[in-house]
């Protein structure tokens, strides 16, 4: 085996060597599923907590919401929900102090849990025109000359 057989050996080792995988982060990921029964809730637990990566499932079949925590994408999650054939989306909702106007009609969702609005991500949605500006105004704790009926 001379030299060339030497170093064709050190190449094989080298070569296959494999590159150490990035770790996937930790992470949070809420669906909006909808589930009529605890046979529903118990479905998804048991689908969601078989998935690779999966830590920690909460579901919370009043708000419909589902909680994933683990080293898994998303995307993955809320794909394999679907495939169950339930109606499944990313958690739209956020708390309704974050927004600005919680009350604006594309914000407000009637459906969404108590103490919370649909997130939205255009801020010219909840930026009010100056005649709707002057008009809350009005009834405005910090206005000097605000109506006095209240």
Same mark, same amino acid.
């Given at each position: 085996?001379? /030299?060339?057989?030497?170093?064709?050996?050190?190449?094989?080792?080298?070569?296959?060597? &494999?590159? %150490?995988? &990035?770790?996937?982060?930790?992470?949070?990921?809420?669906?909006?599923?909808?589930?009529?029964?605890?046979?529903?809730?118990?479905?998804?637990?048991?689908?969601?907590?078989?998935?690779?990566?999966? &830590?920690? /499932?909460?579901?919370?079949?009043?708000?419909?919401?589902?909680? /994933?925590?683990?080293?898994?994408?998303?995307?993955?999650?809320?794909?394999?929900?679907?495939?169950?054939?339930?109606? =499944?989306?990313?958690? %739209?909702?956020?708390?309704?102090?974050?927004? =600005?106007? %919680?009350?604006? =009609?594309?914000?407000?969702?009637?459906?969404?849990?108590?103490?919370?609005?649909?997130?939205?991500?255009?801020?010219?949605?909840?930026?009010?025109?100056? /005649?709707?500006?002057?008009?809350?105004?009005?009834?405005?704790?910090?206005? %000097?000359?605000?109506?006095?009926?209240?």
């Amino acid at each position: 085996m001379g /030299v060339a057989g030497t170093l064709e050996y050190v190449s094989d080792l080298l070569s296959s060597v &494999k590159k %150490p995988k &990035k770790k996937k982060q930790l992470q949070t990921v809420a669906l909006k599923v909808r589930m009529d029964c605890e046979g529903c809730e118990r479905k998804i637990k048991n689908l969601v907590s078989s998935m690779k990566g999966v &830590k920690k /499932v909460d579901v919370d079949l009043k708000q419909q919401k589902v909680t /994933v925590t683990g080293y898994m994408e998303g995307k993955k999650v809320l794909e394999k929900v679907k495939a169950t054939g339930k109606k =499944a989306e990313m958690w %739209p909702y956020v708390p309704y102090n974050l927004i =600005a106007h %919680p009350y604006v =009609a594309q914000v407000y969702d009637k459906k969404a849990p108590p103490g919370f609005v649909r997130s939205v991500d255009d801020t010219s949605i909840t930026a009010l025109s100056e /005649v709707e500006d002057r008009y809350t105004n009005i009834f405005n704790d910090e206005n %000097p000359s605000s109506c006095s009926i209240m």
